[in-house]
């Protein structure tokens, strides 16, 4: 799992190093995670890297019914992540990002369900990793999902991380 953290780290000192417009007019989060997803998409070499991806294979993503999250993508309380890292065909999910600015001062509670449910692994699409980013002018806070769980080691692990590079 480090692997990949590795090259999750890569893409955001990527962005940070080369996104400080956005970040300095704070434009919309969709801005900022279509350009993460830019950087991402470098570190990746053999996967896709797609925005508000709302398929696996041939079928629409959808959580099972009693689930808090919101399936109904026209309320815009959709299940489908911010970014993910996957493989299209097959379907092979790799890593589920979630991104909120920080200066959004709505309740991170709906993004972190959707990420324990994405990487719930008793569904059939779970994917392996999930990540929620808080994004700062020059900083970033984040929690590491797996298993349906916050992965507290991981999360500390990639904390550091983030220290290290200026980012923390």
């Known amino acids: 799992m480090q692997t990949e ?10 962005f940070y190093a080369h996104e400080t417009f956005l970040l300095e007019k704070d434009l919309g989060e969709r801005a900022l995670t279509h350009r993460l997803a830019v950087h991402l998409e ?15 294979g041939e079928r629409t ?14 309320l815009g309380k959709s299940v ?28 991170p509670e709906h993004d972190q369900h959707k990420l324990r449910a994405l990487t719930d692994p008793h569904l059939w699409f779970a994917y392996w990793i999930g990540v929620f980013l808080v994004l700062g002018k ?6 590491v999902y797996a ?22």
């Open 5 to 14: 953290m590795n090259k999750v780290l890569a893409g955001l000192a990527e």
């Open 61 to 74: 993503l959808r959580l099972p019914h009693g689930t808090i999250v919101s399936t109904d993508d026209h």
């Open 147 to 168: 298993g349906g769980v916050i992965d507290k080691p991981m999360s500390g692990w990639f904390s550091e991380r983030l220290k290290e590079i200026g980012l923390g």
């Open 138 to 143: 020059n900083s970033v806070v984040s929690d």
């Open 80 to 107: 489908y992540p911010d970014i993910v890292v996957h493989q299209r065909a097959i379907p092979n999910n790799l890593l589920a990002i979630e991104v909120r600015k920080a200066s959004n001062h709505q309740p």
């Open 42 to 56: 470098k570190q990746f070499s053999g996967w896709d890297v797609d925005c508000d991806y709302d398929k696996l």
